[in-house]
């Protein structure tokens, strides 16, 4: 992992370990890397004894392949704070990703943006953009160990299911050694 995106890791961090609540979103339709990454850090800031609260904009549906997953952290997008001091946007390449949740996004305190897309402008206050990650799951482990919070069965099951996804089964050409380390630490 490069010098850069360590520091951006440990920015994010910063943030978040300072923060009594979040608020966690991903994109509209989300696949397994969004589910699975606003799963795993959801539960793990609430094993930290953070307030969480987490969605994605309309149709708020999960396809029920998705069963697997603890997803008790989700809300639909109206009960989304409006201006939440602290929100996290995974797995999200562009602000209009976000559906109805960019307004919230817009009035964030601070906003995070941690996502693996090369077409990702930079935008949030803090980002941690990294195209040659694999899934934005790799990049929430990294996240969730840099801050020493819980990583139980539940929370590794769904950053697991991230990075299968986005890896098509560890077949896409994005499956590099890295991801693998994470995957076996998480299996």
């Given at each position: 992992m490069k010098q850069s995106i360590r520091r951006a890791i440990q920015q994010a961090a910063d943030v978040l370990a300072a923060a009594p609540e979040l608020a966690v979103a991903c994109h509209v339709s989300p696949d397994g890397d969004a589910l699975g990454s606003v799963a795993g850090l959801a539960r793990a800031a609430a094993a930290a004894g953070k307030r969480v609260v987490s969605s994605f904009g309309a149709p708020f549906?999960?396809?029920?392949?998705?069963?697997?997953?603890?997803?008790?952290?989700?809300?639909?997008?109206?009960?989304?704070?409006?201006?939440?001091?602290?929100?996290?946007?995974?797995?999200?390449?562009?602000?209009?990703?976000?559906?109805?949740?960019?307004?919230?996004?817009?009035?964030?305190?601070?906003?995070?943006?941690?996502?693996?897309?090369?077409?990702?402008?930079?935008?949030?206050?803090?980002?941690?953009?990294?195209?040659?990650?694999?899934?934005?799951?790799?990049?929430?482990?990294?996240?969730?160990?840099?801050?020493?919070?819980?990583?139980?069965?539940?929370?590794?099951?769904?950053?697991?299911?991230g990075i299968v996804s986005d890896t098509g089964r560890f077949q896409y050409s994005s499956t590099?050694?890295?991801?693998?380390?994470?995957?076996?630490?998480l299996v």
């Open positions: 549906a999960v396809s029920g392949q998705y069963g697997f997953l603890d997803l008790s952290c989700l809300v639909p997008p109206q009960d989304f704070p409006a201006a939440p001091m602290v929100m996290v946007a995974l797995d999200v390449a562009a602000p209009d990703r976000l559906g109805e949740l960019a307004g919230p996004a817009s009035r964030a305190g601070t906003l995070v943006v941690i996502d693996h897309h090369a077409t990702n402008p930079g935008f949030g206050h803090v980002t941690v953009v990294d195209p040659h990650a694999a899934a934005t799951a790799e990049l929430v482990y990294h996240l969730i160990r840099r801050l020493g919070w819980p990583l139980d069965e539940e929370t590794a099951t769904a950053l697991l299911a590099a050694p890295g991801v693998l380390r994470v995957a076996a630490r």
